[in-house]
């Protein structure tokens, strides 16, 4: 059990694939990650669009490991030599690839005789990775150093990184997430908030606050925003609105 505040758990997402560079396909993991998360309280603090280039996935693996995160990782982790997940993330983590005894008997039980020589290449994995159940088609995908590692048809990989949060983070649910709250502001320019949004910052330093400029109006409007726990986003409101009243931006 995780019992972390949501501003010390972080999450990244790696996305892997040719296709989603050339265009081909485009991305539907994020999205589904990103609701999944807020369903326990819980956001996505980046992402990264990786094609199936070796040398630039390990070190894209090398970089995630290094950041203590939450790492899901989307794809790559089939049969065919442009599979190479398992493979790049071995080597980044300085351990060989060995096969594992439950994923092996899985295979076997499946497809028999047909599970070599090719599938059974699906269950060579970095030496300690745990299962992770594919309620789709049985074909598990694996964690290991908190990367999870699932197949890249988001019909599989949406229920498999439900059951990765479910066993991270059994006691989380949306309230324990961030609260955001958002000010419009008509006839402001963004330029002119750079004292309130500095003086915020120093004040609130665990909070992200932002400022959105709209240019589909014909007057200028901005939208600043407030997010984290909330009793502070709730006292950050409060000091942002005397900012604005002394600098004339709010009459009241």
């Known amino acids: 059990m995780d019992v972390r505040g949501s501003h010390t758990i972080e999450i990244g997402a790696v996305i892997i694939g040719d296709e989603l560079l050339s265009g081909k396909r485009r991305d539907r993991h994020q999205a589904h990650l990103t609701a999944a998360l807020a369903e326990r309280g819980l956001e996505l603090a980046w992402i990264r669009i990786v094609g199936d280039n070796a040398r630039l996935l390990t070190q894209t693996f090398r970089e995630t490991l290094v950041s203590g995160a939450e790492v899901f990782s989307f794809g790559g982790i089939g049969a065919t030599p442009d599979d190479r997940t398992r493979a790049c993330l071995a080597e980044a983590l300085a351990q060989p690839l060995a096969p594992h005894p439950e994923f092996m008997a899985i295979l076997e039980e499946r497809f028999g ?119 502070r986003v709730t006292e950050a409101q409060a000091a942002l609105r005397q900012h604005l009243i002394a600098g004339g931006f709010l009459a009241y």
């Open 113 to 231: 005789a047909d599970a070599w020589p090719h599938r059974v290449r699906m269950a060579e994995l970095p030496e300690g990775a745990s299962l992770i159940p594919n309620p789709v088609n049985g074909i598990p995908g694996f964690s290991c150093a908190q990367h999870h590692c699932v197949p890249g048809f988001p019909a599989m990989a949406e229920p498999m990184a439900r059951w990765v949060l479910e066993q991270r983070f059994p006691d989380r649910d949306a309230a324990a997430g961030a609260v955001e709250e958002v000010l419009r502001l008509e006839n402001v320019t963004e330029s002119r908030l750079v004292p309130v949004l500095e003086a915020m910052e120093a004040a609130f330093p665990d909070l992200r606050i932002s400022c959105l400029p709209r240019m589909d109006r014909q007057a200028p409007q901005v939208e600043l925003g407030l997010r984290g726990a909330r009793a």
